[in-house]
């Protein structure tokens, strides 16, 4: 019987230190992957830092020449592997550092599951290890998980980090979309699979996701020189809500509302560049439609 065969995919742009925990977390994984390093074509010196890395073939180097953030990398590099001879890729954040049994788990959970799944996903911890916010998954559309204690639990939405997919399931249901550039592409296309297939949460499958803060994306607290790519998060959001329909919508303009007033009373600068991305976000997302790319 042959060895199943796992490509883990890491997406970077200027985190070459991050970028090199996790590549040293994941040579250190007891189920060994194939390990692919997608470039969003970093500025910071990043081929260079891992140099010996790639000189020694411990990883697979690929600059994409542009950034194309986030969705794009991610689509990139499962393109690229799903047409190689693998039966999984394993896709993460560059900041995500994989416990030395995480892949190990995956793999068991894939027996246990008799391979009759969409994804698995990882339980992510943040630096202090307590759940890191970001990443908890949804048993629903509109509902996290909120009890970890059973070794597989079913969910509907996972982040991409530290996400488990078989190719098979790729190869039916396409790419993710990479016009989402950053955010709501590893919802949109987590709820694609389970919209198809039952899929998990293997709660012994841990990782360490590396952020600064243990919060989630927060348009009325955050920097001023970040607030201009909110836009994409609200066009994406709605994208992904209206294909939800009714239920979708009134979800959407719920948290729309509770939007707007978190910048009215919370934020301390710049409330009507917020709430104008806001808008003009959401504006956007009514004719934004991009197409699923699929593996010929």
């Not at 790519?229 to 948290?255: A, C, I, P, S």
Request: aromatic share 12%.
């Amino acid at each position: 019987m042959r060895k199943q065969q796992v490509a883990a995919i890491v997406v970077t742009y200027n985190r070459k230190k991050l970028l090199k925990e996790c590549i040293k977390s994941l040579l250190e994984q007891t189920a060994k992957p194939d390990i692919y390093i997608i470039d969003n074509n970093s500025t910071d010196g990043t081929v260079n830092y891992i140099a010996k890395y790639i000189d020694d073939n411990s990883i697979n180097y690929v600059n994409t020449g542009k950034n194309l953030g986030g969705a794009g990398g991610f689509q990139y590099g499962i393109k690229m592997v799903a047409q190689k001879d693998y039966d999984f890729v394993w896709i993460m954040d560059d900041d995500c550092i994989p416990t030395k049994n995480a892949l190990n788990e995956f793999l068991k959970a894939d027996i246990k599951l008799n391979h009759d799944y969409g994804f698995l996903s990882s339980k992510t911890l943040w630096t202090d290890n307590t759940l890191c916010t970001m990443n908890i998954q949804r048993r629903t559309l509109t509902k996290n998980v909120s009890d970890f204690s059973s070794e597989l639990i079913p969910v509907t939405l996972a982040s991409f980090v530290s996400l488990f997919v078989p190719v098979s399931v790729i190869k039916k249901v396409g790419l993710p979309i990479k016009e989402f550039f950053i955010w709501t592409d590893d919802w949109e296309y987590t709820r694609r699979i389970s919209s198809k297939y039952e899929c998990y949460v293997v709660t012994n499958s841990i990782v360490v996701h590396k952020t600064k803060t243990n919060v989630g994306a927060n348009i009325a607290t955050d920097v001023p020189e970040r607030i201009e790519r909110y836009r994409y998060l609200y066009r994406n959001d709605f994208f992904f809500y209206r294909k939800e329909g009714l239920k979708g919508y009134g979800y959407e303009f719920l948290r729309l509302n509770d939007h707007m007033i978190r910048v009215l009373f919370k934020a301390k600068n710049n409330k009507r560049k917020r709430l104008k991305m806001i808008f003009k976000g959401t504006i956007e997302g009514l004719r934004f439609n991009p197409s699923i790319e699929y593996i010929k």
